[in-house]
């Protein structure tokens, strides 16, 4: 799970290092070459993507470390934690859902991957099959019971 994320993260990067080596000096230059700085749009342009490609390649880059830093023999075994899979029970209308707890760069609702930061990651995480929880969420308070846990470990 992880070394997936940080393999699309590293080639994002590079794709960045790519662009910031090669094609945005050429826009830069180019721009340069039709005139006065001052009132020339595409310089203006072309430095604002340079500054935001930057920035976005700052944050991949701290991300990558952050997820290199996850050791996953600290996960839980036996409660829910980063890479579960969780069956919970709404005690209000009995509906059963299942979500896999991921971290936030693959979070996909529609696929019932929530991030372990979300309001019910958090209200979930370290609990067992059995254990009820609750969570403020827009909509209100809403109360569950862990039904089944399938940690990173078990899979």
């Known amino acids: 799970m992880l070394k997936n994320t940080i393999a699309k993260l590293e080639q994002e990067l590079a794709e960045i290092k790519k662009q910031l080596a090669v094609e945005i000096p050429n826009e830069i230059n180019r721009a340069a070459s039709l005139g006065d700085l001052k009132e020339n749009a595409e310089y203006h342009a072309a430095r604002e993507k340079k500054r935001n490609l930057e920035a976005r390649g700052a944050q991949i880059s701290g991300r990558i470390r952050f997820l290199m ?3 996953l023999d600290k996960i839980s075994r036996e409660g829910v934690g980063l890479g579960s899979v969780v069956t919970l029970e709404d005690l209000d209308t009995g509906k059963k859902i299942t979500y ?3 971290v936030a760069d693959l979070v996909d609702v529609k696929e019932g991957k929530i991030s372990i930061q979300a309001p019910i990651g958090k209200g979930m995480f ?6 009820e929880f609750s969570v403020v ?3 209100g308070k809403k109360e569950y019971v862990i039904d089944k846990v399938v940690t990173l470990h078990d899979r």
């Open 137 to 139: 969420l827009p909509a």
């Open 126 to 131: 370290g609990k067992k099959a059995g254990d």
């Open 100 to 102: 896999e707890l991921v």
């Open 69 to 71: 830093s996850i050791d």
